[in-house]
């Protein structure tokens, strides 16, 4: 598929591809479309101009050429659907991981205005939880901790990690509106519906360090940009060999002006924290916080995390 220029975040699942392809044949449809329209336009406005027509004809074009334009387009809006969309969906929402594939299996929770996030633990199975234990202090999920299969289950608010590489299978629900669960990079959105658990699934093909590195821009100091959210990508040293500013580092005004006094004035830049989930639907006055973090880790990062997670709630 032709790419048009497009402002698309990297991709970073292993369905975006598809997702892309069918954003652009839309896209291409509609530049269609608005190619034709002002054409059209502009044409009947030379066409039929008063000079050359001082008199109305009531009988009108007896052409058909725009019955025949509008089955046309009707007929790519058919293959868009039925040969690009449904397919694809059909396959999202039937083709889960199976077993032997070892997915991560994860629930998330919607409310305003927080994603909490519950892990089953080592064990692999989520335990009980009830209405009448949620606390929105401590169990935001309502964790039965007296149950057997919960004892070692972890509780996130905001904050999902994925390994690289393995199938994730996300049991989504809300506690109170229609959220909508939506991780650009990855491609996947999903509304959040009170009294139903809506599973998805995907596989995601590039950590969030990837991703990260995939957004790096060069900035020119000084600069007007608020740069809050960014991070260095590489070491900056003065003459010395004095480290100015670190891999990673956020490039505070002080560190600017020391750039700027050693003669730096390009510096590579990324966003923090590239990987975000988003609530795509308007869920209340507080809709613009209820943004959480996702980061997909090598499956070593991923575990020393969930043992990091884990060993945190045994010293609770």
């Known amino acids: 598929m032709l790419k048009l220029p497009l402002p698309l975040p990297p991709a970073g699942s292993t369905h975006a591809a598809e997702i892309d392809n069918l954003i652009f044949s839309v896209h291409w449809l509609m530049l269609a479309l608005f190619a034709g ?18 008199t109305a004809d009531y009988h009108g074009s007896k052409s058909h050429a725009s019955t025949w334009l509008e089955l046309a387009v009707a007929a790519i809006e058919v293959v868009l659907l039925v040969g690009f969309s449904i397919p694809f969906w059909v396959q999202k929402t039937s ?34 939880t009830s209405i009448d234990l949620v606390d929105e202090s401590g169990n935001p999920v309502g964790l039965d901790r007296s149950d057997p299969a919960a004892a ?5 608010i905001n904050q999902l990690h994925l390994p690289v590489d393995r199938p994730a299978i996300l049991d ?106 988003a609530c795509a639907q308007l869920c209340g006055l507080g809709h613009y916080r209820m ?24 010293q609770s």
Do not use: C
Not at 97 to 103: D, L, N, V, Y
Not at 299 to 308: L, P, R, V
């Open 37 to 54: 329209w002002g054409i059209f336009f502009i044409y009947m406005l030379i066409r039929f101009r008063r000079g050359r027509n001082p």
């Open 95 to 128: 083709a889960f991981p199976t077993a032997e594939q070892h997915p991560v299996v994860v629930r998330i929770v919607a409310q305003q205005f927080a994603w909490n996030i519950h892990y089953p633990g080592p064990d692999g199975i989520f335990g009980k």
């Open 152 to 156: 070692d289950d972890v509780m996130t």
């Open 172 to 277: 989504l629900s809300s506690k109170d509106v229609i959220h909508s669960f939506f991780l650009p990079q990855y491609r996947v959105k999903q509304d959040t519906i009170p009294g139903m658990r809506i599973p998805i699934h995907f596989v995601p093909n590039k950590t969030t360090d990837q991703i990260r590195h995939e957004m790096t821009i060069t900035e020119h100091l000084p600069t007007t940009r608020n740069l809050d959210r960014f991070v260095a990508m590489r070491q900056y040293d003065d003459s010395q060999g004095n480290v100015i500013l670190a891999k990673g580092a956020y490039p505070t005004p002080d560190a600017i002006a020391n750039l700027i006094e050693a003669g730096i004035h390009d510096i590579s830049i990324s966003i923090d924290l590239p990987t975000e989930i």
């Open 291 to 314: 943004k959480g973090m996702l980061t997909v880790d090598t499956q070593q990062d991923f575990e020393a995390w969930m043992a990091t997670q884990e060993a945190q709630h045994d």
